[in-house]
């Protein structure tokens, strides 16, 4: 089984990075990555002027890219994420939260520290909380151009979903040959919004990825699990952004549905829900979500 180590971090996605490796479609192969602060606030000494300066210019670095042999420009590619194993302590940022606007809240860190991840919880002091790890960047290479790996959009990159976990699969535009995965930025626990910050943790990811061609109408990532649909959309504001998470879920049923646009949407009307994925980036982050036993037809990846 291949592996993919965090020894080369990219804190950009672009197809101008040259591929750590090369996978072939249904091959299961192993990610290791780094949390959002590349280690350096797993302990209170962490916490440095110098330290504090380089990860807020450098955060969220992620592994890859990883080239997926035979995806083309104008695939797409589903990438399942068969097991997500927490491998280090939940790096945290603590901040004051005095500010009278929420937003300032990540201006106020003063200190660091790593939580203990352990029997499925995450210890902070002598509370438990059932851990629910998610991966909070997946992106494939977006089409001419480079982002920063802390941003999101149609290719994915930091969107913070917490339906990005174990048993999801992600299905993702492939805009360069290739397609080239990127992945970091997993946490421990987040609730849905991030309005502040969530236990940062690296993880072991075991992937395999599906290669088809790009679903009629698709626009943004999508995500399949055993029980749910769901599309994820970054917007401008989180009620475009809500709304046209509502238009690519329309898009994706239409197409299996057999029905009109216009039945399909009513459908949709009475089951699908909307809501927040992260509102802590540039652009929030919204979804939709359908209960797969309420959909009245079957919907697949491609």
């Not at 002091?125 to 992106?139: E, K, N, T």
């Not at 979903?161 to 535009?173: D, K």
């Not at 879920?249 to 549905?257: P, T, V």
Request: one cysteine or more; glycine letters at 10%; hydrophobic letters at 40%.
């Amino acid at each position: 089984m291949q592996i993919f180590e965090p020894d080369d971090l990219k804190f950009t996605y672009s197809s101008a990075h040259a591929p750590i490796g090369t996978v072939e479609a249904g091959e299961v192969f192993v990610v290791e990555t780094e949390d959002c602060f590349t280690g350096r606030f797993r302990r209170p000494d962490g916490f440095t002027p110098e330290n504090l300066t380089w990860v807020l210019e450098n955060l969220d670095g992620v592994t890859g890219p990883i080239a997926v042999a035979g995806a083309q420009r104008g695939d797409a590619v589903a990438v399942t994420l068969h097991r997500v194993e927490v491998t280090t302590p939940g790096s945290v940022a603590w901040s004051a939260c005095e500010a009278d606007s929420p937003a300032d809240w990540w201006s106020e860190w003063y200190a660091c520290d790593g939580l203990e991840v352990r029997d499925g919880h995450v210890h902070v002091g002598d509370l438990r909380i059932a851990a629910r790890p998610l991966v909070g960047c997946i992106a494939t290479a977006p089409d001419r151009e480079t982002v920063f790996s802390k941003m999101q959009g149609r290719y994915g990159g930091n969107m913070d979903c917490n339906e990005v976990r174990e048993g999801a699969t992600v299905v993702l535009p492939v805009e360069v040959d290739g397609a080239y995965l990127y992945f970091g930025d997993s946490k421990a626990r987040m609730g849905d919004g991030e309005v502040v910050q969530s236990p940062e943790v690296g993880t072991r990811l075991e992937v395999s990825v599906a290669v088809g061609p790009r679903p009629e109408g698709m626009g943004w990532p999508r995500i399949l699990s055993d029980t749910q649909l769901v599309t994820v959309v970054s917007a401008r504001g989180i009620d475009e952004g809500s709304k046209l998470a509502f238009a690519e879920m329309l898009a994706w049923c239409e197409s299996a549905s057999g029905l009109s646009r216009a039945d399909t949407a009513l459908v949709l009307g009475m089951i699908a829900d909307v809501g927040i994925c992260q509102v802590a980036n540039f652009l929030p982050t919204a979804r939709c979500t359908v209960d797969r036993a309420e959909l009245p037809w079957p919907v697949t990846a491609f």
